[in-house]
């Protein structure tokens, strides 16, 4: 192998330019376990030679001489199948040709290597070039492309991929996860066939309400936890996605990630560049746990905000109050979050609108002043007496959004998204915000800005958004409303950059009416974000392991509320334990036996949470498989693990075989102790005390299901290196 270029001595590790047996040149991005070669033809275009596992010797990528699959193959040319990019130039030629121009590896760090690929017509001033940043110890990639131009007039942008990928294997599995309103994430996983399987969104706000950006794709066989090839991805967008997983009659699939193409064609004007938002993936040949391991690394290291900094137990009075409630009521519970032993009171919707108050969710929405009969002291008092009864506070914010009965409504009518000569389309009864409009932007982050400038005790904020966009027209777009839900999430990104250059530290959690809007292109600038309204314990098993294969737990708000009303307060905390903790429910409904428990339970998950928060997530047994749910975290120096189980709706004389342990050490001993026991609630293991090598309970496993089970109880237990 001929080395043509290499950057510093580490980076012989993470990326090279090399040549391969033809004398083309070879770009290597790589990670720790991942490759992904690009080889420059001869005809100048740039090819995509392997993905997957990364070779033992660099050597044996020179034999690598693919020239098969075009990396980023453009429309109108002599390729058939679907392009990742498509323009239509200014005299009206439908067609792009991208030749290599130049590309440079830039370290940055010793974890990340950015690679820099420059492409170019050779007819027309249109250049695009490709990035990608190799993150080696996550074994993530990021891909993103940028489009500028030189025409005379705007270019037209048709379709424009983040990323495309080629995969040759005998068969695809794809998991892919669809919901609905409290009913997020549903996994479903299916053999692809030959033609092409979209998987995508056109809703605009609630990016993800009924298909999430998130995918796993199973090469050759399909995959499980441990086993098999699989490449994890998703797409960093807070709006329209597509992933085009399109097979041909040679077994060849071609993935193709992005923006959605429809209702998207943008206008690019000459000297601007367009960059589309980032793909990310992951590649593992040891399943699907490993592949949403890298991705949770990936995410606290990069993908969110201080994902390695701690969070807060919070109690919300969302379930509890709804929007009745007085500043009296409010300043009662924060004796409840005392009695709890949480850390930080957030006040949810309802506290706001003085001309139309908001007493339910009919008006009010965009009047962000205190009203004056619910919080005369406003929030200042609240923050006042917090501070005082030793809590934190935090708040609810729609800010993209408003309800037609509202003072905004009638000052602004030119400020809102909606087709003229149509009648206006509501869901929650309110309608979505301009964000395309810079007066808009400026409008939607002070909304932020004063709220913490009046209040600078102010610790969390809740952000929410409670529709999708239909009947979308932009009243500042004019001529370009082919733009609208593009330029409405640059807006948003906008707005947030802001807010986190003031207040980078600030903890927020991303919620959309529950799970709408959960991708790593918000969460960017969030702390955590809310997975869904339904805070049934059994139905959040099932959405929290949907998305525990994408984000790690310190992103998955949990609360124990009295959403269900059969399951025992202790099945309730187990559940919510596994994510981010927190509370929404009346505590003076529960029994003091049931404040016990809670309270023990929070100083459990105090001692424990840098397990759950940064360890490593193993799901043991899927309650897609089982009438049960097992998975442990287990923290770096395989010193500390906890494990969950929760069985389900189980049938009577319900049979589980023991359960094989995950990620110990097998040289050291544990002890196993369950903990969050409860009087009267009896436990199906009977081992806890007892004290076992990681060995054995990774080869032979444990009991966790002795004696008669009974449906929707729970363990947790923890595990100590003696
Ligand atoms: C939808 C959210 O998902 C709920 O938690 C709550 O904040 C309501 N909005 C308030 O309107």
């Not at 991705?295 to 701690?310: E, F, M, T």
């Not at 016990?596 to 339970?601: G, I, L, T, W």
């Not at 806890?688 to 966790?704: A, E, F, H, P, R």
Request: aromatic letters at 12%; a neutral charge.
């Amino acid at each position: 192998m001929r080395i043509l270029k290499t950057g510093i001595c580490a980076m012989l590790l993470f990326c090279c330019v090399f040549a391969n047996a033809q004398n083309e040149k070879q770009l290597i991005v790589q990670t720790k376990h991942v490759s992904l070669v690009l080889t420059v033809g001869k005809n100048n275009r740039v090819y995509q030679s392997y993905f997957g596992k990364r070779l033992l010797n660099n050597a044996d990528y020179a034999r690598l001489n693919s020239t098969k699959h075009e990396a980023y193959i453009t429309g109108g040319m002599e390729d058939q199948f679907e392009p990742a990019i498509k323009v239509t130039h200014t005299d009206g030629n439908p067609s792009l040709e991208l030749n290599y121009v130049s590309s440079s590896s830039n370290p940055s760090g010793e974890d990340m290597t950015e690679t820099v690929i420059n492409l170019k017509d050779p007819k027309y001033p249109v250049e695009v070039v490709l990035h990608y940043q190799a993150f080696a110890q996550e074994d993530v990639i990021k891909a993103w492309t940028e489009i500028k131009h030189g025409e005379k007039s705007p270019l037209l942008l048709n379709n424009y991929a983040s990323a495309m990928l080629h995969f040759d294997a005998k068969k695809y599995w794809l998991t892919h996860f669809h919901g609905d309103w409290a009913l997020e994430m549903k996994m479903q996983e299916d053999e692809l066939t030959t033609g092409n399987k979209i998987i995508d969104s056109k809703l605009g706000t609630r990016a993800d309400m009924y298909e999430a950006p998130l995918f796993m794709l199973a090469l050759n066989k399909q995959a499980d936890e441990t086993s098999g090839e699989v490449v994890a991805g998703s797409l960093a967008w807070t709006g329209n996605f597509q992933f085009q997983f399109e097979m041909d009659e040679h077994n060849s699939l071609r993935l193709i990630s992005g923006i959605n193409p429809v209702a998207s064609e943008y206008h690019l004007d000459a000297g601007k560049t367009f960059t589309t938002p980032a793909f990310i993936f992951t590649y593992s040949n040891e399943g699907k746990g490993q592949a949403s391991r890298n991705l949770h690394k990936w995410a606290r290291n990069y993908g969110i905000v201080d994902g390695n900094k701690s969070r807060m137990t919070l109690y919300n009075n969302w379930e509890t109050t709804d929007m009745k409630f007085d500043q009296n009521l409010l300043v009662g519970l924060f004796d409840d979050v005392n009695k709890l032993g949480a850390d930080l009171f957030l006040l949810d919707d309802g506290w706001f609108g003085n001309k139309y108050p908001r007493n339910n969710d009919k008006a009010g929405l965009g009047d962000w002043q205190e009203n004056k009969a619910k919080l005369p002291g406003n929030i200042e008092y609240l923050v006042k007496q917090a501070e005082a009864k030793g809590i934190k506070f935090g708040i609810w914010l729609e800010p993209e959004m408003v309800n037609p009965k509202s003072e905004l409504y009638e000052k602004h009518p030119d400020w809102i998204l909606k087709l003229p000569n149509r009648d206006e389309n509501y869901q929650r009864n309110q309608l979505v915000l301009d964000l395309t409009n810079p007066r808009v932007q400026d409008y939607v982050y002070s909304i932020v800005d004063n709220m913490m400038t009046n209040n600078p005790g102010i610790a969390y904020i809740k952000w929410d958004c409670n529709r999708t966009m239909s009947n979308t027209y932009s009243p500042y777009l004019k001529d370009r409303q082919s733009q609208v839900y593009v330029d409405y999430t640059l807006g948003l990104y906008h707005v947030l950059d802001k807010v986190r250059a003031k207040y980078p530290h600030l903890l927020m959690m991303l919620c959309s009416g529950g799970g709408g809007r959960t991708e790593y292109g918000a969460l960017k600038y969030f702390t955590e974000f809310w997975p869904s309204d339904n805070t049934d314990p059994l139905e959040r098993v099932f959405i929290q392991w949907g998305y525990s294969n994408f984000f790690p737990s310190i992103t998955i708000s949990a609360h124990v509320t009295q959403w269900s009303k059969t399951a025992t307060i202790k099945y309730r905390t187990d559940v919510a334990m596994m994510g981010r903790l927190g509370y929404d429910l009346s505590i003076k409904k529960l029994t003091d036996a049931e404040v016990q428990f809670s309270k023990q339970a929070i100083k459990n998950y105090n001692r424990l949470n840098s397990v759950i928060w940064y360890g490593d997530l193993y799901r043991l047994i899927s309650p897609y498989e089982e009438d049960r749910a097992v998975l442990m975290y287990v923290n770096d120096a395989k010193s500390k693990a906890v494990l969950f189980n929760y069985f389900l709706n189980t049938r009577y004389k319900a049979q589980f075989n023991v359960v094989k342990l995950q990620g110990l050490d097998p040289q050291k001993n544990y002890k196993i102790e369950e903990i969050n026991l409860m009087d009267g609630i009896k436990s199906n293991f009977n081992d806890s005390g007892k004290i076992y090598s990681g060995d054995y309970l990774m080869t032979v496993g444990l009991n966790l299901s002795a004696g008669k089970i009974i449906p929707q109880t729970s363990n947790v237990i923890e595990i100590t290196q003696q």
